[in-house]
């Protein structure tokens, strides 16, 4: 299954539906539209990104349902290693008495019953640290005639929201996993969340397929370095124990294991793990000369990859080029200034280094493969020849 960052939530519409998609199953797709809708319907007269009619939004008819049909659009699964606000702008018409719901998996994290006036607003959610898969949902009431309700302008931005409108808690996500009381973020006590709270791990039983899966639900491709009960006792719940995986799962409550909260467990013998946190991979470019300039790949999990341009700045250009050898740095860099490699992953996003850092892998990054970027994005680089 394939991760993404939080960018891939950013969307305005214009130029399609971003990476956001419909659902195959029973539930209705919403439409993409500029300008007034026709027929009667109670929608917006203009989109919110430019505030006229040639820009475009999205929305669910709801006025030609059956009560109780739902329309769905839903995110790719995707990865955050740290908190973040999701934004959007959201159009119901006066008499919209149709519940709208904003899901994460099956976790409600937002209710919109009403609207005061028929015009765009603002909604900003504050969502927790791990996977996510975000879903918009407007159900058909009772009497929907004349019913439009309209998204514009979603935006994931990393942080808490600068504002905090009126909106319920924040809940947490079921299953969602969490490491406390490591030296880095890359290690620590093992917790995780089940209903409404967090709780332990017990370590009798546990072993390395386990800990792999757990590094893989945060993020670590690589998997686990090492496990046991190296970052001391936790308290309250002890959730699981007698976890077995068989290594093809991708959350650690997807392994069998005892019911929640049977064990005979002490917190002495919680589990922590340490997960593999890359800080050294190879360097080379392609497509140009193969020495001075060309597009950048690097290795990871022993594949060669290349790296996108969003978030790319001069600072890890430079770090690029004295890496491989050019003490002077980089004279430029650009997408598409070479040949993309269609067949290649992507192993990284988001790339910000400080410019004295020895290796890529020592910048800030997405995690790896986790980049939402397409190949006509591969950066390629320029580096500066001579002493």
């Not at 994460?104 to 898969?133: A, C, M, N, V």
């Not at 593999?276 to 140009?288: M, S």
């Amino acid at each position: 299954m394939f991760l993404v960052n939080i960018d891939s939530l950013n969307c305005t519409f214009q130029d399609g539906f971003c990476e956001w998609q419909g659902t195959n199953g029973t539930d209705y797709n919403w439409q993409r539209h500029r300008g007034s809708i026709s027929n009667g319907k109670m929608g917006p007269n203009f989109d919110h990104t430019y505030r006229n009619s040639s820009g475009y939004y999205i929305y669910a008819n709801i006025s030609d349902a059956l009560q109780g049909n739902r329309f769905t659009i839903g995110s790719p699964l995707i990865y955050s290693s740290s908190p973040f606000c999701l934004k959007f702008w959201y159009y119901r018409s006066r008499n919209t008495i149709s519940p709208f719901y904003v899901y994460d998996y099956s976790t409600i994290l937002h209710t919109i019953r009403i609207s005061s006036e028929s015009s765009w607003h603002l909604r900003q959610i504050d969502i927790t640290s791990g996977l996510h898969k975000i879903r918009f949902v407007a159900v058909s009431g009772r009497n929907s005639t004349g019913d439009i309700i309209a998204l514009d302008d979603l935006s994931a931005v990393p942080g808490r929201c600068a504002i905090s409108p009126t909106l319920p808690p924040m809940q947490e996500i079921e299953g969602q996993i969490r490491l406390v009381n490591g030296r880095t973020y890359a290690s620590g006590r093992l917790e995780i969340y089940h209903d409404n709270v967090w709780g332990t791990i017990c370590g009798k039983g546990f072993h390395r397929i386990n800990a792999n899966v757990a590094c893989v639900q945060l993020g670590f491709y690589l998997g686990a370095l090492s496990f046991g009960n190296n970052y001391g006792a936790g308290s309250g719940k002890i959730w699981l124990d007698n976890i077995s995986c068989r290594g093809n799962e991708f959350q650690l409550w997807h392994c069998s294991s005892s019911d929640w909260g049977n064990n005979n467990c002490s917190h002495r013998e919680d589990v922590g793990v340490t997960c593999a946190d890359v800080k050294h991979v190879e360097t080379r470019l392609i497509g140009g000369n193969r020495y001075s300039y060309g597009r950048i790949q690097v290795r990871y999990a022993n594949i060669w990859g290349t790296v996108c341009q969003r978030g790319f700045t001069m600072s890890a250009a430079h770090v690029v080029c004295k890496q491989l050898g050019f003490s002077r740095g980089a004279a430029s860099f650009n997408a598409g200034a070479f040949d993309e490699s269609e067949n290649s992953t992507i192993w990284l996003s988001n790339v910000n280094c400080r410019g004295d850092e020895s290796n890529l892998a020592q910048c800030s990054h997405s995690y790896w493969g986790y980049t939402g970027c397409s190949h006509n994005e591969e950066v390629g680089i320029v580096c500066i020849r001579g002493m």
